[in-house]
């Protein structure tokens, strides 16, 4: 009798139109994740603070525009004088965040590396997140040639007047800051997005 009732609920309740599973999330996630989000549609110039590199490629005028945003993903465009090529990607997939960067070419098509990048492992702060790198990342950059790279870890930083952008790893140090306070006009459309 009991087993009749349980098919019988279960049955009733099969055809109900409840939506789609939630996308679960923790308050640290969700709130480092709306702070940035937060600033939607606004751009803000940056600079290297930490370079233990240092290299011309990042001399230009650096810019990043929380250019879309959804309940589930944050597009990130960053900017390096005319390069337009690097997309930052921050999505929640329901046991964390995913940080991946997607790099293009001028005409849209994907860079050859492109689409690495790491996911949480913990619960972070409201206002820092660690993303390791994934086992995508450490296979494409192996493939590409990019051995030192398996060991990245990128940080992302955001409180009221600073976004931060970091990567590390073993002798490798580097960081951009973005000053929240003072919004610019926002940049065209990375390449391969379209406004």
């Known amino acids: ?25 923790i308050p640290t996630q969700d709130a480092f994740f709306d702070s940035i989000r ?30 879309k945003c959804s309940d589930s993903q944050l597009q990130v ?7 337009a090529s690097r997309t930052w990607l921050i999505t929640k997939t329901g046991s964390g965040l995913s940080l991946k960067h997607d790099h293009r070419h001028e005409d ?14 913990d619960a972070g702060y409201n206002e820092i997140q660690s993303f390791p790198v994934d086992e995508y990342s450490k296979q494409l950059f192996a493939k590409e040639g990019l051995p030192q790279s398996i060991t990245n870890t990128w940080q992302m930083y955001i409180y009221e007047d600073v976004f931060s952008y970091r990567l590390v790893r073993e002798g490798r140090e580097f960081r951009v800051d973005f000053d929240l306070t003072k919004p610019i006009t926002p940049p065209p459309a990375p390449w391969g997005y379209v406004d």
Request: one cysteine or more; hydrophobic letters at 40%.
């Open 38 to 67: 937060g600033h939607c549609s606004k751009a803000y110039e940056g600079k290297v603070t930490v370079d233990n590199q240092p290299s011309s490629a990042f001399d230009a005028p650096l810019v990043m525009f929380v250019r």
């Open 108 to 121: 849209g098509s994907h860079d050859t590396v492109t689409m690495y990048g790491g996911h949480t492992v």
């Open 1 to 25: 009798m009991v087993i009749s009732c349980l098919l019988f609920t279960f049955k009733a309740n099969a055809g109900a139109d409840t939506g789609p599973a939630p996308l679960v999330s």
């Open 77 to 83: 465009p960053f900017y390096v004088g005319d390069n």
